[in-house]
């Protein structure tokens, strides 16, 4: 069986062996295990039923023949999704040789590309015309098809998720009707429902977004203080607030001190002075949690702190290019379990949004729930798709709720040892059965 090499973001094709030869797996006949990124989920995909089409037209052909034959298929993208949104061990199709820019249009602020191109390559793409995406998740290497069939969203009370910005699309179907061509104007609802379609109303081949200019984000890191959101007051930010006052090795103590203890305690003389300066924040909090018993409150609370402290230390104001600024370290392999609702609108947002916080909080302590930092709190406008976790309804209408809907979207995470710290497989079991029962409690 070959084995997808985790993560799947390296934009390596899901079966290449060593020699990366495409023949040589084809004449050895064997099966496809693909890794999400957050090491997960795993699908084993029979062989002949996993894909790579490498043009267009082998695309077009692989969906007609699927649907003579009845076969199922399903579009995957870098396979990033915590939740293995994309996996069928029936059949796959991944577009990764599908990933040219196809054209950039400086006067209509627009870029056509195939949809297996990563966002990271649109960036570069489009970073020399002064241009960049309105719109970026925390990882810059989903595939563009992947990327706003799911309804990615990034983070903006004004800033509508990344499908909203979809204008035109190309989706290779199993219908008569073949390749369609689709925008706003020829096919209304059924643009909308195809653009964000989770990959159930055929498989989007070529996708036409939408431009900002580019420019530079005022960061406030999370140590920087701001409005409780409740009428608080706000701290007036000044030019000392600019850089940290902290050098790295400053920011950087707290963790670094916590993880030698709990080394310490265990006699663990695995991991260096050297090894461990050599660390950056993800790694660092990775091994303290992994160091310790990651289901003990106490455990991931010292973590917590330590982290707190970090970033205290850390906080301030930063300014550079937004595609830099809203990438971040998202840590190790994981669980994720994120919701998003409605809070009222830019206008007139009320307290929903904060009250949900407030809430989730008070049950963890309550209930002594192990809850790694962050929980992560986001904000967004509507999309006029319906299928979108933030969707403003079936109808698109020019009401002010609409054009100003507010959404929240909030996520827990639960961080799984490496196999380094878990060589059995037996800590990631139970720390996974046991997220289960908490949220189904």
């Not at 990344?162 to 059924?190: R, Y």
């Not at 850390?314 to 809070?343: H, M, N, R």
């Amino acid at each position: 069986m070959r084995q997808q090499p985790l993560p799947l973001l390296l934009g390596q094709p899901p079966h290449t062996n060593s020699s990366g030869s495409k023949e040589d797996i084809e004449e050895e006949e064997e099966s496809t295990r693909i890794l999400n990124w957050s090491g997960t989920h795993h699908v084993d995909l029979a062989p002949g039923t996993y894909h790579e089409p490498e043009t267009q037209l082998e695309l077009e052909a692989l969906v007609a023949d699927a649907y003579r034959k009845g076969q199922h298929i399903r579009p995957v993208g870098s396979a990033l999704s915590p939740n293995g949104l994309a996996f069928d061990s029936r059949g796959m199709v991944c577009l990764s040789n599908l990933d040219k820019i196809v054209e950039i249009n400086k006067d209509e602020m627009t870029v056509t590309v195939q949809a297996g191109a990563r966002v990271s390559q649109v960036l570069d793409a489009l970073r020399p015309h002064g241009l960049t995406l309105p719109n970026l998740a925390s990882i810059a290497e989903q595939q563009i098809g992947g990327f706003v069939s799911v309804g990615a969203h990034g983070t903006g009370a004004l800033i509508p998720p990344c499908d909203e910005f979809v204008t035109a699309l190309t989706i290779v179907t199993p219908s008569e009707n073949g390749v369609v061509k689709m925008t706003e104007a020829t096919h209304g609802q059924l643009f909308r429902l195809a653009r964000l379609g989770l990959g159930g109303l055929g498989i989007l081949s070529v996708v036409v977004v939408t431009n900002d200019d580019e420019n530079d984000l005022p960061l406030l890191g999370p140590g920087t203080e701001v409005s409780d959101g409740k009428g608080g007051k706000k701290k007036i930010v000044t030019a000392e607030d600019i850089k940290s006052k902290f050098s790295t090795d400053e920011q950087f103590k707290p963790l670094r001190d916590l993880l030698r203890k709990l080394l310490a305690n265990k006699n663990d003389t695995s991991l260096d002075d050297d090894m461990i300066n050599g660390m950056g924040f993800g790694d660092l909090r990775d091994v303290i949690l992994a160091s310790g018993n990651m289901l003990d409150p106490d455990h991931v609370k010292r973590c917590n702190k330590a982290e707190h402290a970090f970033w205290a230390k850390a906080g301030g104001i930063d300014l550079a290019p937004s595609d830099q600024k809203l990438q971040f370290d998202c840590g190790g392999q994981q669980w994720v379990y994120e919701v998003c609702f409605p809070s009222g609108t830019y206008g007139m947002p009320g307290t929903a949004s904060i009250d949900f916080m407030e809430d989730l909080l008070k049950e963890i302590e309550s209930s002594g729930l192990p809850a790694p930092a962050p929980i992560e709190q986001r904000w967004s406008s509507g999309s006029t798709s319906p299928l979108s976790p933030a969707s403003v309804g079936p109808q698109v209408n020019d009401s002010y709720d609409s054009k100003n809907s507010l959404f929240s979207w909030v996520g827990v995470i639960m961080y799984l040892p490496s196999e380094d710290f878990d060589p059995t497989g037996y800590r990631r079991q139970f720390i996974t059965e046991s997220s289960k029962i908490s949220i189904a409690s």
